[in-house]
């Protein structure tokens, strides 16, 4: 089982469409990640949180520490926000360095 | 400033050749990553290292050696690949956890190299 699940695995919306990727985990952790990676590969952090909710532009991400679940939110899709987005958390413990990654939701804005 | 720099982007091998994935960050980050991304698996974590002189194994070791002679630089060595390494590698770095904002310094990632080893 890994440590980081996310749903839905690949997801289609038309344009203007709210979306939601799920992300549940099982380790104790630190802070979790939210990245982007666009095709042709680069992966860039979106947020990173511990607890609450945080808001950038059109992406929302919110955390729940008691459940191990949180969620990225996209309001008013765009085909620019097709891309591929991942979870991940950072885990406790006494270096503190070791990242789980979830496998990845792709997402696809239709026109 | 350029963040995480890796070389090359794209490589192909033969069976039994030998080469190294270069990454390079400007941030001055102790903590350096190597990631390994196969389709439909999450990164799995090659080698690490918190600082210079420091290296450790991650996840899926074999096959690779790493060094960390400067806190910039973290060359990822294969010396003799093999078609399962056949991969997008990311060289990743972040800040150590410290003090209040103790674990919470986000992943800064180079663009990937695609390795194909035929």
């Known amino acids: 089982k890994n440590e980081v699940e996310q749903s839905p695995q690949n997801l289609t919306a038309q344009e203007g469409e709210f979306i939601t990727i799920n992300c549940s985990y099982s380790v104790g952790i630190s802070a979790l990640h939210w990245l982007q990676q666009h095709p042709g590969g680069g992966i860039v952090s979106l947020f990173m949180?511990?607890?609450g909710k945080k808001k950038h532009g059109r992406l929302i991400a919110t955390i729940n520490i008691q459940e191990k679940h949180s969620s990225l939110h996209i309001t008013a899709s765009h085909p620019r926000d097709s891309a591929v987005y991942i979870c991940a958390v950072r885990s406790k413990g006494l270096a503190g360095n070791q990242f789980y990654f979830g496998t990845g939701t792709s997402l696809t804005v239709i026109p | 400033n350029a963040g995480v720099t890796q070389t090359p982007k794209f490589r192909i091998l033969k069976i039994g050749q030998s080469m190294t994935l270069q990454c390079a960050q400007d941030m001055n980050h102790n903590y350096m990553y190597w990631y390994r991304q196969d389709p439909g698996m999450g990164l799995k974590l090659i080698y690490y290292?918190?600082?210079?002189?420091?290296?450790d194994k991650g996840e899926v070791p074999n096959g690779y050696n790493v060094s960390r002679s400067t806190t910039e630089d973290f060359p990822l060595r294969l010396e003799l690949a093999a078609p399962s390494q056949t991969s997008v590698y990311f060289c990743a770095s972040s800040y150590p956890p410290s003090g209040t904002l103790a674990y919470n310094s986000p992943l800064h990632f180079g663009n990937g190299t695609r390795l194909t080893v035929t």
């Open positions: 949180l511990s607890s």
């Open positions: 290292s918190v600082g210079a002189g420091i290296t």
